[in-house]
Structure formats: structure tokens, C-alpha cells
């Protein structure tokens, strides 16, 4: 709640400092500080006093990922240095918009009324539609734009329908409220099927799972290199909270009416994603698709939800997200927003750059889920919790599609070390945020035991 | 007489809502997305919500919808310019969207009650209405504000000359 409200303080801060050409000039490191202090109160909130509790419950789980979420925001901060240089005196709209979003994604986790996952749902999706469309000078990011708004407010249609079904069926909007009702009536309405269907369809639609999915490489390539991250980490990260959120608070004891369809959902959500992926040439395209088979294993964790899985999401968030932003901010180090990035430019990168090189290799090795990077924890924790739950066939579909994976990632490793094409200069410099997030990779791969005991 | 009414601006909604799909030229398009609109806001009137209806007529048909019409005259777009698809695709979604409707058929046929009956006669009263949204609503009726913030500062951004 407090949380909430100053993320939205700051963002209304970055909007007016525009005004004053001094003011200007700091409204990133403004922001920066902000967020820090914002993460900081966020850990002492675990327990506090609560404001609007059937609207917006700030429990540990949201606590949790809320600094995630608040990490992650501040780490793109850092990283959006010279990212806004094409619109230098309306930077600060950007930024205000961003942070926007990181509100929208503070309702998204905390919701216990299903009209405050909608109104996050919203305010993170129309910030995003603007934000990818940010660069106006260029026809694909205007592209990407129009693409991802038609297609959501599409999805945003379908999720409204489920929840107005549900409505119907059960007389109220809260979480606990359609829990109980499921609890104490022993025949349900088939309307309330339905309802959980269309909800299904429009979250998966916002966490990219096919065959939703399509939206997702062509926004992920249009859109400027800083929105694409904060799409493929934040946002992936807030979606999968607030599906997971939703499912296990209002709809867990119907999970044997629903699971099926889930269980479609990941299976093309594995092959499609680790298949394409194979084909691509371009960077970006290339990490679109990655994100896409990603959240096939994070769907995992959401179908196996009947044993508490939340302890395996969280891990495999934010080893993913560590992994995701690592690479896009090697992108970001090494191309601009106009042209597309081919794999093969990363050519002789072991030469030009030997430290951001090795930082990549882990962040790519954590990503294949090669221990004792945290991807292979991440990994092995959804997959167990699945095992455990009885769903042996795509659990098993799951490892073999993630050995296709290894290709792909290997192929990345394999043109940073191979020779250059012509004569590079050495430098021996990577971006602080590359230094975080291999470091996360390392670290949490190591001790495992530093998320896990959060909850 | 009331279940009459019904079934007539039922039949009407759903009549122009199918023009709105099945017209060759945008302007008829949006004409008929107009009435489908006054149409379902006589059945707010008819489950008792009179403040709905009223920003029904007022918000969509008036404002948003005479937007859209303005937008379609400016750009010159009363012409069909519609480009045809493969075969194939027109199947497939043929077949896709058929499926959908079969499933919201069967899901409402259990839970079908025609007649337009509302939990509580007087909720859709404004004052009741206006009692809701400031008590028990307050807190995602603010949250409001940060979405329509960002909305704005958003078209800002967009339409904005260098």
C-alpha cells in the first residue's frame, strides 16, 4: 500500500522534472536513489498494518515479490543510461511512465479483489503499449506498439468476460470470496468453468504462453532494447506472480477441471518456443523466443500449485529474470535501437571485451540450465514440484526440450569465443548490471538456501 | 411485458452487432456499433440502472463512438479495402471461433436464466452506486487515477512533435 503509493510519487516526480533544466539533468539518479530507499521500506513492511485488506493484501508472498520486482526496476534504471538520448528534454515522461508500470505490477502482485488485478493488468499494459512504441522515428517500434495493443486489448477482453462469468456465478469480485463459495457448493455452475477458461486465456496471453504467443517476438523486436528487457524480466515476472496468485487463492480446488488445458498450454509452450528458437539468427528474436520457452517452465510451477509451488516460481523468477536482463544488457552494450543484432556480430567478443565475455558465458550457461548456475536450480525446483504432483509426461516433455535449449545457448557461447571477422581493440570493461546479475546467477546457484528460507 | 422488451432489444443488440461485422463500409459499421450501444443501454434501463445506461449513451455511443466516425471521415476510409485471406486461415478460423461459441453455449446453457432479474432491485441507483464506489470501491477507485495518469501522459508522449 505505502509501497504503492510512493512508486506512484515518483513517478508523477519524474514527470514534472522535465520543468527545470537542473532538475533534468538528475531526474535518473532521482529515480535510482527512490527506488533503492522504496526496496529498502519494503523489507521492514513484511508485517505491517494493512489499509485496504479485501483490495489490495500485502502478505509475505507480496512482499516478496514486490521487492523483486522493485530490484529488477532499479537494475533497468541503472542500465537506461543513454537509452532516452533520441528524446533528450522528454526523458523524464519515460521514466514516469516506467514507473507507471512498476505500480501497475505492485497491484498485480498483491491483488485479493479480482477488480485490483484487473486495474494493475491495465495500468502495467497501457504504460507498456506506449513505452514500446516510444521510438517514433523508427516504423518497427511504432509496429511493435500497435501490434501489442490490438493483441492485448484482445486478451484484456477475454480475462474481463472470465471475470464477469465468475461474477456471475459466484455474486462477488474477492479472491477469498470465490474460495469459499467453491468450498461450499457442492455442484458448480458450468458459467463458472467457463469463467476460469477465459481468465486463463487472457493471463496466458500476458505471460506469452502459446498459443498466445505470438505478439511476443515481433513486440520483443521493435521495441527500443530497454523496454524489451523490462518486458522480458519485470513484466514476465509480475504476470506469473498474479496468475499464480489467483489460481492458488481462488481456484485451486477446481484444478482438476483446469489443469488439462494448462497441460496443452506448456507443451506447445516448450516446443514451440525451444524449436523456433533454433531457427533464429537475430539476438533479440533469439531471447524473445527463449522468454517464450521460459515461461513453459514457469507454468510448471503454476500447474503443480496444489503443494504450495510458490517457493519454485520465486526461485525460478528471479534466476531468470538474473539471466534475462544479463543478456539484454550485453545487447544493449553492444547495439543500438535501429538495426537488428545477428548472433554472428558477437563475434570475437572473447577478444575485444575478455571480462564481459565470461560474464556472458554464465549468464548464458545459467539460462541452458547448466549447474551450478541458479538456472539449473530453477529448473530442477519446478520440475520436481510437477513430479511430486503426478505430472510425469510433461515434466518429461520439459527436460527434452531443455536440451534443445542447451543448442541454442551454446551456439550464443560458441560465436563469443570464435575469431573475429576483422582486427578488434582490447578493452577490458562490462556494464555494472552484466557484474550484478552473473553475480546472482553464481551466488543463488550456490546457496539456493538465500531465497528459499523467505518464506 | 418486460420479458418481451427484452426479447426485442435483445434482437436488436445482436442484429447490429452482426451488421457492425457483416457491413462493407466502416461509416455503416460504426453507425451500427452506435445503436448495438443504445440498445444495451436499454437493458441497463431494464435491470434498474439508470446511471449506467445514461453513460452508456453519453460515454460510448456519444463521445467515443462519434470519434470514431470523425477519425474514419477524416482519413478518407469509407471505402472496403478489405484484402482477402487464404482459404486456409478462413477455415481455421472458422473452426476456432465456432469452437469458442460451443463452449459458451454449453457454459451458460446450466446456468441459463432468461428473465433480466437483478440481485438487488435498487443497486444500479445512483446513490447506491455512488455508496459503493466511495466505501467499500474507494481504494481501486483511486487506483484509477494511476492508470489514467499513465494513459494520459502516455497519448502525450505519442502525439507529440519533436
New interface residues.
Given amino acids: 500500500m505505502n509501497i504503492l503509493i510512493l512508486v506512484s510519487v515518483l513517478g508523477v516526480i519524474s514527470l514534472f522534472a522535465g520543468l527545470s533544466e537542473s532538475l533534468r539533468q538528475h531526474t535518473r539518479t532521482i529515480i535510482v536513489a527512490g527506488l533503492i530507499a522504496i526496496t529498502g521500506l519494503t523489507m521492514f513492511t513484511w508485517n505491517a498494518k494493512q489499509f485496504f485488506p479485501e483490495m489490495l493484501n500485502f502478505d509475505k508472498y507480496a512482499a516478496v515479490f514486490t521487492t523483486v520486482i522493485l530490484v529488477i526496476s532499479t537494475l533497468i534504471f541503472v542500465l537506461s543510461k543513454d537509452q532516452f538520448n533520441h528524446d533528450e528534454i522528454h526523458k523524464g515522461d519515460y521514466y514516469g511512465i516506467m514507473l507507471f508500470t512498476v505500480a501497475g505490477a505492485i497491484m498485480m502482485v498483491s491483488f485479493s479483489n479480482l477488480t485490483m488485478l484487473f486495474l494493475g493488468i491495465e495500468t502495467l499494459s497501457v504504460s507498456l503499449y506506449t513505452l514500446a512504441g516510444s521510438r517514433k522515428d523508427l516504423l518497427k517500434s511504432s509496429e511493435a506498439a500497435f501490434k501489442y495493443f490490438l493483441l492485448g486489448a484482445f486478451a484484456t477482453g477475454f480475462l474481463l468476460f472470465g471475470i464477469a462469468f465468475i461474477y456471475g456465478a459466484t455474486g462477488t469480485f474477492s479472491v477469498s470470496g470465490i474460495s469459499d463459495y467453491v468450498h461450499n457448493t457442492p455442484q458448480l455452475p458450468a458459467i463458472f468453468y467457463g469463467g476460469v477458461i477465459l481468465i486463463m486465456i487472457g493471463l496466458l496471453f500476458k505471460v506469452s504462453a502459446a498459443p498466445f504467443h505470438f505478439w511476443a517476438p515481433d513486440v520483443y523486436e521493435g521495441s527500443p532494447n530497454i523496454i524489451t528487457s523490462f518486458m522480458a524480466t519485470a513484466v514476465k515476472v509480475t504476470a506469473f506472480a498474479a496468475f499464480y496468485r489467483l489460481f492458488s487463492g481462488a481456484f485451486v480446488d477446481v484444478n482438476e477441471k483446469w489443469d488439462n488445458a494448462l497441460i496443452i498450454a506448456i507443451a506447445l509452450t516448450l516446443l514451440i518456443g525451444n524449436f523456433t528458437a533454433l531457427a533464429q539468427t537475430g539476438l533479440k528474436r533469439l531471447l524473445a523466443y527463449s522468454g517464450i520457452a521460459n515461461a513453459g517452465y514457469m507454468l510448471l510451477a503454476v500447474l503443480a500449485l496444489k503443494n504450495d509451488a510458490s517457493n519454485a516460481l520465486l526461485y525460478y523468477s528471479i534466476s531468470y529474470a538474473a539471466a534475462s536482463l544479463g543478456a539484454f544488457a550485453v545487447l544493449i552494450s553492444v547495439s543500438d535501437d535501429e538495426k537488428t543484432f545477428e548472433i554472428s556480430s558477437l563475434k570475437g567478443m572473447s577478444k575485444s571485451n575478455p571480462l564481459q565475455a565470461v560474464l556472458f558465458t554464465i549468464i548464458m550457461l545459467s539460462m541452458a540450465g547448466i549447474p551450478p548456475m541458479a538456472g539449473f536450480f530453477g529448473k530442477y525446483m519446478v520440475l520436481s514440484a510437477a513430479i511430486k504432483e503426478g505430472y510425469l509426461a510433461i515434466s518429461l516433455l520439459a527436460i527434452l526440450t531443455s536440451l534443445v535449449g542447451i543448442y541454442y545457448y551454446f551456439k550464443v557461447i560458441a560465436a563469443v569465443y570464435s575469431a573475429p571477422d576483422t582486427e578488434v581493440q582490447t578493452e577490458n570493461k562490462a556494464n555494472i548490471v552484466v557484474f550484478i546479475c552473473a553475480g546472482i546467477s553464481l551466488v543463488i546457484g550456490a546457496y539456493p538456501d538465500l531465497i528459499l528460507n523467505l518464506f | 411485458m418486460l420479458l418481451y422488451l427484452f426479447y426485442i432489444l435483445s434482437a436488436i443488440t445482436v442484429g447490429c452487432a452482426l451488421l457492425t461485422i457483416f457491413s462493407k463500409n466502416p461509416v455503416y459499421s460504426v453507425l451500427f456499433v452506435i445503436a448495438t450501444f443504445f440498445s444495451i443501454a436499454g437493458h441497463f434501463i431494464l435491470l434498474n440502472a439508470q446511471f449506467l445506461a445514461i453513460v452508456q449513451v453519453i460515454v460510448y455511443a456519444g463521445a467515443i463512438m462519434v470519434l470514431f466516425l470523425t477519425v474514419l471521415m477524416y482519413l478518407n476510409l469509407n471505402k472496403s479495402v478489405e484484402s482477402s485471406k487464404p482459404l486456409l486461415i478462413k477455415i481455421a478460423a472458422m473452426v476456432s471461433g465456432g469452437l469458442l461459441f460451443l ?2 453455449i ?6 441459463l436464466s432468461i428473465a433480466p432479474t437483478s ?1 438487488r432491485g435498487d443497486a444500479g441507483l445512483i446513490k447506491n452506486l455512488g455508496n459503493t464506489l466511495f466505501t ?5 477507485f483511486e ?2 487515477a ?2 489514467f ?3 494520459m ?6 502525439t ?1 512533435k ?1
Fill in positions: 463452449v459458451l454449453a457454459s451458460f446453457k446450466s446456468g440481485v467499500e470501491y474507494l481504494f481501486p487506483a484509477t494511476v492508470l495518469l499513465s494513459t501522459a502516455g497519448a502525450i508522449t505519442l507529440r519533436k
